[in-house]
């Protein structure tokens, strides 16, 4: 008999009743043997606690109450979390059938990887589907000097890691999950999977695209944290080197193909 490890997802809500439904039902639809939902609502207004209600039976633990935002949420998420393998699913975005077969196979079966990511696709506001998000193996000089190329719905961690940095950083209100997977690439190599996880939702009102100056200032203090100051036309050297590296595993690999 097979053995699954528990994979818990949280998903932090607030006001998305036109995405909430479909991004549940893409759990459902995993139809994994030891799935833990955990869905942290911050009070919304709108039909996203009628439909909670609605599935409540597929939920190991859902509330829908005031809070401090979608970091504060997932914390919360995190504190009441029991799986072995941790993630978080945005409430408009979706995973890839089979995701999480795939992901508690290759935990079960590697027994060293702490952090793994996968792809991506970009999808709009109907659901259609834009482009891929295909990425290359970790480079820590092209994350710092790039951009968090991590999809951040195709990230899976092993529940001993998230411990061991301390968890989500509260401070952060756009850039937690470039912060947190930064520090735990300071303890362990994340590991690249060639394959399709999730799809990411892609619109204007979308948080990181209506905030993207304040997403940037967060992303700058991540960087500058880890490598120190430098002086901007040294900055602008290295992001030079890193895109181009970048670029060209991209291309090395297929990755801009559909």
């Not at 999808?123 to 190329?149: A, M, T």
Request: charged fraction near 30%; hydrophobic fraction near 40%.
């Amino acid at each position: 008999m097979e053995t699954w490890p528990r994979i818990t997802v949280v998903t932090p809500s607030f006001n998305q009743g036109r995405f909430i439904e479909a991004t549940i039902k893409s759990l459902i639809e995993q139809d994994y043997p030891n799935l833990e939902h955990i869905v942290i609502d911050g009070g919304s207004t709108d039909e996203t606690v009628s439909i909670l209600e609605r599935y409540a039976d597929h939920f190991a633990y859902w509330q829908s109450e005031p809070d401090n935002g979608q970091t504060d949420a997932l914390i919360k998420g995190f504190a009441r979390a029991t799986g072995d393998i941790l993630c978080w699913l945005n409430s408009d975005d979706l995973f890839e059938p089979g995701a999480l077969r795939f992901v508690g196979s290759y935990f079960r079966d590697h027994t060293s990887v702490r952090f793994l990511y996968g792809d991506s696709r970009w999808i709009d506001v109907d659901g259609r589907y834009l482009k891929p998000k295909k990425e290359h193996p970790f480079s820590q000089f092209i994350w710092l000097y790039d951009h968090n190329f991590f999809p951040q719905p195709s990230c899976f961690w092993r529940r001993d890691l998230y411990e061991e940095v301390g968890g989500l950083d509260e401070r952060f209100e756009l850039a937690m999950d470039a912060d947190l997977f930064i520090r735990f690439a300071e303890r362990t190599r994340p590991v690249h999977v060639r394959r399709m996880l999730s799809q990411m939702r892609l619109y204007p009102e979308q948080k990181n695209q209506r905030m993207r100056t304040k997403s940037d200032q967060e992303d700058a203090l991540i960087r500058t944290r880890v490598v120190g100051a430098e002086a901007l036309r040294m900055r602008r050297a290295k992001w030079v080197v890193a895109k181009t590296m970048r670029v060209a595993m991209k291309v090395a690999l297929g990755a801009y193909l559909k």
